[in-house]
C-alpha cells in the first residue's frame, strides 16, 4: 500500500469548504468499519479479579518508574511495579541515548548561572526548583545507571533488571492501569486496571501511588510513542488532580518517505549505547520546521516541505537572540536526542529525504505537560499522588527544549525525590480500606467496551482523531478559528462516539482506553491552546504571534469543576499550585 | 507492512513482552510467536533488537493508512 | 574403461548438482527475509552442510545403483572427508546463530545463546539439541571406530541406526524452526532423508533376509 494513497493534501484540505467539511473526508480515511457488531474474543463472564496491596505503587517502567521503584525501596518502603509494557523497553526510555549529567567540577557554568540561562532560553517557562535539581543530581543518578550496567548495551532491560531484581521488588508487567482509587478523604488509595495476557483486573490497594506513565501523543506516524496516551494525566485529572502544559508542542521532525518508519527516522541511533551529555543549553523549537513547512508549502506546489534553511521564511516561532543558530534543526553532536538527520545518513534519492515537521503530534516539550506539582518534591494536588519524568508537568526545561539530554537524566532525578516523599508519606498511613462497591463500579467501567454488543472501534475514533488533530495547522501552527473547528470535532468525539467505544479482546480494550485518554487530552490541548493568545516558545499562535508578558507570564492548570466540566486557571510562573 | 516476518522463532515470548504496543502474541498451538495486531506496530524494532535469535524482520511501509502533519 | 570415467563423472555431476547446485538454487530462487550478507552466507553454509549429510546415504554402501561403477574406496573416502566436513559446520551451527550479535546493537550474545538453548518449551530447540548430541556421537565413534573394539558389522549398524535418527530428527528441527528454509527447501530436505533412509532400511531388510536364506541353507 503507497503512502502517497492515504495523505491528503493541504490545498486539496483547503480547497473544501471551512475546513469543516474536510475532516469528515480525513475521517473517513480509516479503513475501520464504524460503528459495527463486537465480535467477542473473550468471554467477558470469566473475567477474574486480583487483589493485591502495597505501600508504594510506581506505575511505568521507564527511567522515572525504575528511579521511583529502587530509591521508594530502600527508603523502607514496600514497593511493586506495574507497568503496560516492559522494564526499559517501552515508552520512550528505550530511545533515549543522551542523558545529562552535570559535574560542578568540570563545567564552567555554575548551577546558578545554569539556571538562569535555561530560564531565559524558556522565556520564564521553567520551574527554576526543579531546573536546579536536575543540575544538582544528575550527576549522581549517571553514577548509579553507571554501576548498573546501562553504558553497556543500547537495550536497557538488563540494566533496569539488575537493581529491581537484587531488591526483590515485584514487578507486573503487561497490565494497563486505567483508573486511581480515592480513600474517603480523597486521597489516593491504590489503582486498578487490566491484564493484556489473562482475562483479568487488578486491583492494588496502596498508601500512595507515583505516576512514571511518560507522556503522550495523538499514536503518531514516525515517533516511538504510539504506547503513550496521557495515562497517567487523565487518570489523575478524573479523580481532581490538575494538569498543566498542555498548549506545548514538541515538534520532532520525520522523514517524507515512509514517514511511519520509526526506526529509520533516527537512522540507527536506536542501537547506539548510551552516552552523557554536558552542559549545552539551546531553544530547540522543532515547530519551526512546522512554520516553514506550513508557510512555503502554500504558495510552492503541494509536497513534502523544504528544509527551513533552503527557504528563507519570514515571521514564525521566536528564538531569543542568544540562542538563535543554536535552534532549528539541532546539530548532531553527541545528542542523545537527534532531532533532524544526520549529515551522512544515507538519503533516498530526491526531495523526499527532507524532514517534515511534527512526527511526534500530540507530545509536548519533555517534562512541561503532565500533573501539576504542588512543590518540588514531585507531589500532585492529591494527597498521595507523587509524578516523575515526563508524567509530572514539573517544567524542567519550560515549554521549550533547551539542555539536551536532560530527559533521561531529569526522570532519573524526580523519580529519586518522587520514591523520597512517597515512602515519608506511606510511613505515616495506614492501608487504605476500599469499599468492594467501588471496585466492582470501576470494573464494570474498565470492562464496559467489552461488554458493548455494538459500538465504534477504538482504531476508527483514533484514525478520525489523528485526522482531525495531526495535522500542522491545528496544533502547531495555531489560530482561532481552526482550533475551534477541531475542537467542535473533537467534542462530538467524545460525547456521541467514546461512549459507544468497544473492544473485542484485551488488545483492544487496552486501545479503547488508550483512544478515550487521547481524546480528553485532545480537548485539553485544543482548549489551552485556545486560551493561552499569545506565542511563546513551541505554543505558536499565527493571529496573536507576539510574546505578551504583561497577561501571560503564567503556565494553564486543567482540572475537573465541581460539575464534572473542564476548567482552567492561571498559574503565575514562579509560583506554586494550591492542593 | 511494518512488521513482517518471523522465521526461525524458537517461542521464548521475549519478543512478546518487548513490543511497546502488544503487535506480537504466542500462539497457543505451535507456540511460537505471531504477528497479531500488525496495524499498531511503530516500526521501533525494539522486538528485532531483542529477539535472541534474530528472527524478525521489519519492513518500513506502515499497514494501515498514515496520517502525517504536513500537507 | 572410457564409459566407465564417463559414469563417474555423471555421477559426480549428478550429486553435486542434487546436493550443491539445488539447495544454492532454492536458496537464491526462495522469498528471505533481506539479512545481511554475513547472515545469508551463515543460511547458505547450513543448508549446503545439511544438504550433504543427506547425500551421505548415497555415498555409502546403501547405494548399489553405483557400486559396479566406483570402486567403493573412493566412495567411503568422499563419505568420511564430507562428514568430518560437515560435522564441524554443524558442531558449529548452534553457535552461528548468534555470531552476527557481536557486530550489531542488541542483547549480549552470551545471554542470547543461554536462553536459546534453554527454551524448553519450543520443539525446535528441543529436537536440535538432540540431533547436534546425536550428531557429536557419530562424529565421535566415527573418528575413534577403530578404538572402540566393534566389529566393522556392528559398528556399520551402529552407524546406520544413529544416522537414521539424526537425520530424522534434524530434518524436523530444520522444518520446525524454518529460519534458513522456506517450503520447496522444506520438501527438498524431506524428500532427500525420505529417500536415503529408505535406502538404508532396504538395506538392512535385503541383507537380514540374505541372511535368513543362508541360515536356512
Not at chain 1, 545507571?145 to 531488591?167: C, H, I, T, V
Not at chain 1, 539551546?282 to 513534502?304: E, F, Q, R, T, W
Not at chain 3, 568422499?78 to 568430518?84: D, Q, R, T, V, W
Amino acid at each position: 500500500m503507497s503512502n502517497n494513497d492515504n495523505k491528503v493534501s493541504r490545498r486539496e484540505f483547503l480547497g473544501f469548504t471551512g475546513g469543516i467539511l474536510s475532516f469528515a473526508a480525513i475521517s473517513a480515511l480509516g479503513k475501520e468499519a464504524h460503528f459495527e457488531q463486537n465480535i467477542l474474543k473473550v468471554d467477558t463472564n470469566k473475567i477474574s479479579s486480583e487483589e493485591l496491596s502495597v505501600d508504594v505503587l510506581v506505575v511505568g517502567s521507564g527511567m522515572a518508574g525504575l528511579f521511583a521503584a529502587i530509591k521508594a525501596h530502600d527508603a523502607g518502603a514496600k514497593v511493586m511495579m506495574v507497568s503496560k509494557g516492559r522494564l526499559g523497553s517501552s515508552g520512550q526510555t528505550p530511545f533515549a541515548k543522551g542523558i545529562f549529567s552535570y559535574d560542578a567540577a568540570k563545567e564552567k557554568l555554575s548551577i546558578d548561572e545554569f539556571v538562569a540561562t535555561v530560564s531565559r532560553s524558556a522565556l520564564g517557562t521553567n520551574n527554576e526548583a526543579y531546573t536546579r535539581q536536575l543540575a544538582e543530581y544528575s550527576k549522581a543518578r549517571v553514577e548509579e545507571l553507571r554501576a548498573w550496567g546501562f553504558f553497556d548495551s543500547p537495550l536497557y532491560n538488563a540494566a533496569f533488571s539488575k537493581p529491581m531484581q537484587e531488591r526483590e521488588i515485584p514487578l507486573i508487567e503487561r497490565v494497563m492501569i486505567t483508573n486511581l482509587l480515592q480513600a474517603e478523604d480523597g486521597s489516593v488509595a491504590g489503582a486498578m486496571g487490566f491484564s493484556l495476557d489473562e482475562e483479568k483486573v487488578v486491583t492494588i490497594r496502596a498508601k500512595s501511588v507515583i505516576l512514571c506513565t511518560g507522556a503522550g501523543g495523538f499514536k503518531p506516524n514516525g515517533f516511538p510513542i504510539c504506547d503513550l496516551t496521557h495515562d497517567g494525566s487523565i487518570m489523575a485529572y478524573n479523580i481532581g488532580a490538575k494538569i498543566t502544559g498542555k498548549e506545548w508542542n514538541d515538534g520532532h521532525p520525520g522523514s517524507a518517505t515512509n514517514a511511519a518508519d520509526t526506526f529509520g527516522n533516527w537512522h540507527g541511533m536506536f542501537e547506539e549505547k548510551p552516552s552523557t551529555t554536558t552542559v549545552q543549553i539551546n531553544h530547540h523549537l522543532g515547530v519551526d520546521l512546522n512554520y516553514a513547512a506550513y508557510a512555503s508549502g502554500n504558495s510552492i506546489k503541494m509536497g513534502p516541505p523544504q528544509l527551513m534553511s533552503e527557504t528563507t521564511v519570514a515571521g514564525g516561532p521566536y528564538t531569543p537572540e542568544e540562542f538563535q543558530g543554536a535552534g532549528g534543526p539541532p546539530q548532531e553532536s553527541e545528542e542523545g536526542e537527534r532531532k533532524g538527520p544526520p549529515k551522512d545518513a544515507k538519503r533516498p534519492p530526491g526531495m523526499s529525504a527532507s524532514p517534515v515537521g511534527g512526527s511526534s503530534a500530540g507530545l509536548a516539550i519533555h517534562k512541561s505537560e503532565g500533573l501539576t506539582p504542588i512543590n518540588d518534591r514531585c507531589e500532585s494536588t492529591i494527597k498521595g499522588l507523587y509524578a516523575a519524568g515526563d508524567a509530572l508537568g514539573s517544567h524542567m526545561s519550560g515549554g521549550i527544549y533547551t539542555q539536551i539530554g536532560s530527559s533521561l537524566a531529569g526522570s532519573a532525578v524526580q523519580g529519586t525525590i518522587a520514591a523520597e516523599e512517597a515512602a515519608k508519606y506511606s510511613k505515616t498511613r495506614a492501608l487504605p480500606e476500599i469499599s468492594q462497591e467501588q471496585i466492582a463500579t470501576i470494573k464494570a467501567e474498565i470492562l464496559a467496551p467489552l461488554k458493548r454488543e455494538a459500538g465504534y472501534s477504538p482504531r476508527w475514533i483514533t484514525q478520525t482523531l489523528q485526522g482531525i488533530v495531526i495535522p500542522n495547522f491545528v496544533l502547531y501552527i495555531k489560530k482561532e478559528r481552526m482550533l475551534q473547528a477541531a475542537l467542535a470535532y473533537v467534542d462530538e468525539l467524545q460525547e456521541s462516539h467514546i461512549p459507544y467505544i468497544k473492544a473485542s479482546d484485551m488488545h483492544e480494550l487496552r486501545l479503547a482506553h488508550e483512544t478515550i485518554n487521547m481524546v480528553i487530552s485532545a480537548q485539553m490541548k485544543l482548549r489551552a491552546s485556545l486560551m493561552r493568545k499569545e506565542s511563546r516558545c513551541s505554543h505558536f499562535r499565527l493571529d496573536y504571534p507576539e510574546l505578551d508578558n504583561k497577561n501571560w507570564q503564567a503556565w494553564i492548570n486543567i482540572y475537573k469543576d465541581k460539575s464534572g466540566a473542564m476548567a482552567f486557571e492561571k498559574q503565575p510562573f514562579g509560583t506554586w499550585a494550591k492542593a | 507492512m511494518s512488521i513482517s516476518n518471523i522465521s526461525g522463532c524458537i517461542g521464548c515470548n521475549t519478543c512478546v513482552v518487548a513490543c511497546p504496543t502488544d503487535v506480537i502474541r504466542l500462539d497457543e498451538k505451535t507456540k511460537k510467536a505471531v504477528i497479531k495486531y500488525v496495524e499498531d506496530c511503530q516500526m521501533c524494532h525494539l522486538c528485532r533488537l531483542y529477539c535472541p535469535v534474530d528472527a524478525i524482520t521489519i519492513s518500513p511501509e506502515k499497514s494501515i493508512p498514515v496520517v502525517v502533519s504536513w500537507g | 574403461m572410457i564409459m566407465i570415467d564417463l559414469l563417474k563423472k555423471y555421477n559426480y555431476i549428478s550429486f553435486t548438482l542434487a546436493f550443491i547446485g539445488l539447495p544454492i538454487l532454492l536458496f537464491a530462487l526462495g522469498d528471505f527475509p533481506p539479512r545481511t550478507f554475513l547472515k545469508n552466507a551463515i543460511s547458505l553454509v547450513t543448508l549446503l552442510a545439511f544438504s550433504l549429510i543427506l547425500g551421505q546415504f548415497f555415498l555409502s554402501r546403501t547405494n548399489n545403483l553405483t557400486k559396479n561403477i566406483h570402486k567403493f574406496k573412493n566412495v567411503i573416502a568422499l563419505h568420511k572427508a564430507i562428514g568430518y566436513f560437515v560435522v564441524g559446520v554443524f558442531f558449529l551451527h548452534p553457535f552461528l546463530i548468534i555470531l552476527p550479535r557481536y557486530f550489531e546493537a542488541g542483547p549480549d550474545p552470551l545471554d542470547s545463546f543461554i536462553k536459546m538453548i534453554t527454551t524448553f518449551e519450543s520443539l525446535g530447540v528441543i529436537l536440535g539439541l538432540i540431533a547436534w548430541s546425536l550428531m557429536l556421537i557419530i562424529g565421535l565413534t566415527a573418528l575413534f571406530r577403530e578404538k572402540l573394539g566393534i566389529s566393522y558389522k556392528g559398528w556399520r549398524v551402529f552407524h546406520g541406526v544413529l544416522s537414521l535418527a539424526f537425520v530424522i530428527i534434524a530434518t524436523w528441527h530444520s522444518v520446525d524452526l524454518g529460519r534458513h528454509t522456506n517450503i520447496t527447501i522444506s520438501l527438498f530436505f524431506i524428500i532427500m532423508a525420505t529417500l536415503g533412509s529408505l535406502l538404508l532400511v532396504k538395506l538392512y531388510i535385503v541383507s537380514n533376509k540374505k541372511k535368513e536364506l543362508t541360515d536356512v541353507k
